[in-house]
């Protein structure tokens, strides 16, 4: 039977392939109707992640087959409601996370994988909370097991994840935060409750910290890796844990990837095996929320009772996302030529365009 019903189409970024900025564009696609477990919500705002940038670079794993819509996480409005969806209703402000995605101005997903955000967080919040914040929770109380007393180091203290590890630190009585960020970036680490700011231009974190604790640090977030995994575990405690979440030693600061950059990182890599780290007394973990987010299905128990926890803190006071900037999609490869550079601080999210189709590098 014939319709007269106009095709819907929706609005993201699409990733073609790995390379540089010209590998994305901002690009139109069919609506899809949710089924019976789905929602659809219409973004007010998608956060960017330093995954996004390897993601493009070509130096991150799990990734889908090219072309696909890049994003981890996003806020907005629930538009519709499958069947059986009962914990959220058309008209909810929500935040949602999936392993891509995100970056369009309407999505349609799994219903669990959305939340109905607190009556007091603003969108730009919501969008900022839930990669950052469950990665840096996850880091410090399931696999550092932080309490009170204990000291931590928290590399790129000033971007997304590291002013969440700071805040969230300072939910713990008498925790030690070492930070290392650039001189400018001090004072805002200071104030989000970072004890000790390193400046890693000028400073050698590892002296540093020996000079205030001659023993070392208990916990260590490394999103870096290479020649630093070495040095931080060198750097841990007795009973210390450091914990890799990231490589970004590896990823080149210009638009492409570096085969030499990733290679001679991956050299210096720490290494041992399960014989000779037992006269350490020390320990090492890795976190990579991109395969957790995979496999949502083994794991949303946890990231359910993390989100929740997140909720209760962000209510009492406790946490607050900082937002960087917040660039239009079309912007996409500004905002991340800013995340390469390291220059901001908090996080940098993006927002569909005003215009309904603007191409990436098109001057407002």
């Known amino acids: 039977m014939a319709t007269n019903e106009t095709p819907r189409f929706v609005s993201g970024i699409e990733l073609a392939g790995a390379g540089g900025y010209d590998q994305l564009r901002v690009k139109q696609y069919p609506y899809r109707t949710p089924d019976a ?28 087959k090219f072309p696909y819509v890049p994003g981890f996480e996003a806020s907005g409005i629930i538009e519709a ?90 939910t ?51 999103p870096l890796n290479g020649e630093d995994s070495v040095r931080g575990f060198d750097l841990l405690k007795p009973l210390g844990r450091i914990i890799y979440f990231g490589a970004a030693n590896v990823a080149a600061s210009g638009e492409n990837r570096s085969y030499f950059t990733a290679f001679k990182t991956w050299l210096k890599c720490f290494a041992t095996n399960s014989m000779s780290i037992l006269s350490t007394n020390k320990s090492i973990a890795g976190y990579h929320l991109g395969y957790l987010l995979k496999d949502l299905d083994s794991t949303k128990g946890s990231a359910f009772e993390t989100v929740n926890e997140l909720f209760r803190l962000y209510d009492e006071g406790a946490i607050k996302p900082q937002i960087d900037n917040i660039y239009p999609y079309s912007k996409v490869g500004e905002a991340m030529q800013r995340m390469h ?11 569909p365009d005003d215009d309904d189709i603007k191409k990436i590098g098109e001057k407002e």
């Open 37 to 64: 477990n789905e929602i659809v919500m219409r973004i007010k705002f998608s956060g960017l992640n330093f995954a996004d940038l390897m993601r493009r670079q070509g130096l991150y794993s799990p990734v889908p």
């Open 81 to 170: 409601v499958g069947s059986n969806v009962s914990h959220l209703s058309v008209g909810d402000r929500a935040i949602a996370f999936a392993s891509d995605g995100m970056w369009a101005d309407i999505v349609t997903l799994p219903s669990h994988q959305c939340f109905k955000m607190p009556d007091t967080m603003s969108f730009e919040e919501g969008a900022a909370l839930l990669v950052n914040y469950i990665t840096a929770y996850q880091i410090l109380f399931e696999f550092g097991n932080l309490r009170p007393n204990k000291s931590v180091l928290v590399h790129m203290a000033a971007g997304g994840v590291g002013i969440a590890a700071i805040q969230l630190c300072k």
């Open 172 to 222: 713990v009585n008498n925790v030690t935060v070492f930070g290392t960020a650039s001189a400018a970036k001090h004072s805002i680490i200071e104030d989000m409750g970072c004890t000790h700011p390193i400046d890693y231009h000028t400073q050698d974190y590892v002296s540093e910290i020996r000079k205030i604790s001659p023993q070392g640090v208990d916990i260590i977030m490394d």
């Open 341 to 351: 550079n390291r220059q901001n601080i908090g996080k940098v999210l993006l927002r």
